[in-house]
C-alpha cells in the first residue's frame, strides 16, 4: 500500500512537473483556496434609519419596506441559490447552460474558480389597498463604496434604456445550432424571472421578479440600491402622477464556515454534544402538460425546505442536509423525511413511485405531502389521497389511513401547538373549505404518511405578506423532529 502511495505521488509531481505552467493541471491537481463571500442586509440601515417602515424580514434575509398599504421586498441571490434551487437544470453544462445569471459550473481554467456572471436581486412587490402601483427596474442604481454605479440590465434590447441581457448574450452567440439553443434557453428563463416596466400591480396583487446587475467584485464591502420614480397612483388619464424613491443597503463580506455549509444543504444546529446530522428528501415526481409552468415542476416553491431546515437547525438539535430525487435513489432511501408538494398539476404517480414510496415507509420514512398551489379547480386533495390508498395497498403490515388527532406528536414535540396552525388555505378567500385536520396513512401504530391540504411550504418560504409563521415554522420542526426520533 506504501509502494502504491509513493507511485502515485511520484506520478502526480511528474505531471506536474512537466505539465509547466499548464492552468488545466495546475488547477485540477492544486486547486487555489478561494474565500467565498455573502451579500446581506446591513447590520447598521435598519438601526440607523429615520425611517421606520423600513425592517428585515422574518429570515433577516431580506429588506423590506413596508407602508401598510402596500410593500417591497429585495434580497440578495447567490450564485449557489440560483444554480442549485432556482435553475438547477440549467447549471450542468459548463459553458452551454441554460441559466442566464451564473457560470453554472463552469470553472475558469485560468484561475481555478468560478466567477461571478452577475449580481441578482429578487424583488418582491405587495400591494394591500392600492388602486394600483408600478414598478421600474430600469430605473434602479447599485452604488458601492468602491465608487461604481452600476444600473440594472434591461431584459430585451427593444425600447431598453439600460444595456440589455439579450444584447449581452447576443454578443457571447456563436453561429452553431447548439449556441442558438443555449440564447434561446437563457432568454426563456430571462423573460420569465426578470422585472420589467409592464402593466401595473392593482390592489391585491402581488408580482416578484430578479433584478440584474453587473457583478460586484469581492473588494467591495457595502452597496446601496436605490429604487427612483417608484409609482404609488395613476390620475384619470391613466398617467403615474405620485412617486417615491427606496433606499436599501447591504453589506459584503466573507462566509463563515458555517455559512457555506448552510447553503450546501447542511444547516448547523445548536453546538452541542446531542447535535445529530440527518438527510431530508425532497421528491421529484413528473407532471402532466399544463398551463402551469415551474423551472422544476415538483418543486413550486424553492425557497421553503432551505428556509424550514434552517430554522430546524437554530431550535432544535438537529443538522439537516436536503437532498433531492426519486423514492429509489440512494440519498433519498437514506434520508429520515420526505417531502412532495403539489403544483397545479396532474402528477405522473407511475407503480414503480408507489412501490418505492411503499419501500420507503416500510423501511421507517416518513413522507409529508402538502399543497403549494391553491385554485379551485385543482383536485390536489383526491390525486394524493389515491397515492395514499395506492400505497396503502403495497405496504407489509397493518395499514389504515385516519385524521391525525391533536394529540399526536407532529403537534406536542417539542412545540405545543394547541391547534392546527393556520396554512395557505385559511389566507386564501378563492378556498371556501378550509382543512380543520391532517390525514394520516399508518403502519403498525406508527405515522408514517401525512397528507396537508393547508399549504404550509408556502408560508414556510415566507410568500405570505404581514404574516406571523411562527406556529407553521414550529409545526415544521415538530415534523422533522418525529421522523427523526421514529425511523
Request: proline fraction near 5%; hydrophobic fraction near 35%.
Amino acid at each position: 500500500m506504501k509502494l502504491m502511495m509513493k507511485f502515485k505521488f511520484l506520478f502526480l509531481f511528474a505531471l506536474i512537473a512537466f505539465s509547466g505552467c499548464d492552468s488545466v493541471y495546475k488547477y485540477i491537481f492544486l486547486p487555489p483556496e478561494k474565500e467565498e463571500y455573502v451579500i446581506v442586509p446591513s447590520d447598521d440601515f435598519i438601526k440607523n434609519s429615520k425611517d421606520t417602515l423600513y425592517k428585515l424580514s422574518v429570515g433577516s434575509q431580506s429588506l423590506v419596506y413596508d407602508a401598510k398599504s402596500w410593500k417591497f421586498e429585495i434580497k440578495y441571490m447567490s450564485d449557489y441559490q440560483l444554480n442549485n434551487f432556482e435553475f438547477p437544470e440549467e447549471s450542468k453544462a459548463q459553458e452551454f447552460s441554460g441559466n442566464p445569471y451564473t457560470y453554472a459550473n463552469w470553472v475558469d481554467p485560468e484561475t481555478g474558480v468560478t466567477p461571478r456572471r452577475f449580481s441578482v436581486f429578487k424583488v418582491t412587490i405587495y400591494n394591500y389597498t392600492n388602486t394600483k402601483i408600478n414598478f421600474d427596474p430600469e430605473q434602479v442604481l447599485l452604488q458601492t463604496d468602491r465608487g461604481d454605479n452600476f444600473k440594472t440590465y434591461a431584459r430585451e434590447k427593444k425600447n431598453a434604456r439600460n444595456y440589455s441581457i439579450e444584447e449581452y448574450f447576443q454578443k457571447l452567440k456563436g453561429t452553431s445550432g447548439v449556441e442558438d439553443d443555449v440564447f434561446e434557453t437563457r432568454m426563456g428563463i430571462a423573460r420569465r424571472t426578470m422585472h420589467y416596466y409592464g402593466k401595473p400591480i392593482y390592489k391585491g396583487d402581488s408580482r416578484d421578479g430578479l433584478i440584474v446587475f453587473d457583478p460586484v467584485v469581492e473588494e467591495v464591502k457595502r452597496l446601496r440600491i436605490t429604487i427612483k420614480n417608484f409609482v404609488l397612483s395613476y390620475d384619470e388619464n391613466n398617467e403615474p402622477n405620485e412617486f417615491t424613491d427606496l433606499t436599501f443597503s447591504f453589506d459584503q463580506r466573507a462566509m463563515t464556515d458555517e455559512e457555506i455549509l448552510a447553503q450546501r444543504g447542511v444547516i448547523p444546529g445548536r453546538r452541542d454534544s446531542t447535535k445529530v446530522i440527518m438527510n431530508a428528501a425532497l421528491i421529484k415526481y413528473n407532471s402532466q402538460p399544463g398551463q402551469l409552468i415551474y423551472e422544476n415542476s415538483w418543486n413550486p416553491v424553492p425557497r421553503s425546505l432551505p428556509n424550514m431546515i434552517n430554522y430546524v437547525g437554530r431550535n432544535s438539535k438537529y443538522t439537516v442536509r436536503l437532498v433531492m430525487g426519486g423514492f429509489g435513489e440512494e440519498d433519498v432511501v437514506n434520508s429520515k423525511i420526505a417531502f412532495i408538494m403539489g403544483n397545479g398539476l396532474v402528477p405522473e404517480l407511475s407503480s414503480s413511485f408507489v412501490h418505492q414510496m411503499g419501500d420507503y415507509i416500510n423501511n421507517g420514512g416518513t413522507v409529508f405531502i402538502d399543497n403549494c398551489f391553491f385554485n379551485t379547480d385543482y383536485p390536489f386533495k383526491q390525486q394524493f389521497e389515491d397515492l395514499m390508498k395506492s400505497v396503502q395497498a403495497h405496504v407489509k403490515g397493518k395499514a389504515e389511513i385516519k385524521e391525525i388527532p391533536l394529540d399526536h406528536e407532529i403537534f406536542t414535540d417539542p412545540n405545543k401547538l394547541g391547534a392546527l396552525p393556520q396554512g395557505m388555505d385559511n389566507f386564501n378567500p378563492r378556498i371556501l373549505l378550509k382543512a380543520d385536520h391532517l390525514l394520516g396513512l399508518y403502519l403498525d401504530g406508527q405515522l408514517r404518511v401525512i397528507l396537508s391540504t393547508k399549504g404550509y411550504p408556502v408560508l414556510w418560504a415566507e410568500e405570505v405578506s404581514n404574516t406571523d409563521i411562527t406556529k407553521q415554522l414550529e409545526f415544521g420542526v415538530n415534523l422533522f423532529t418525529y421522523a427523526f426520533k421514529n425511523k
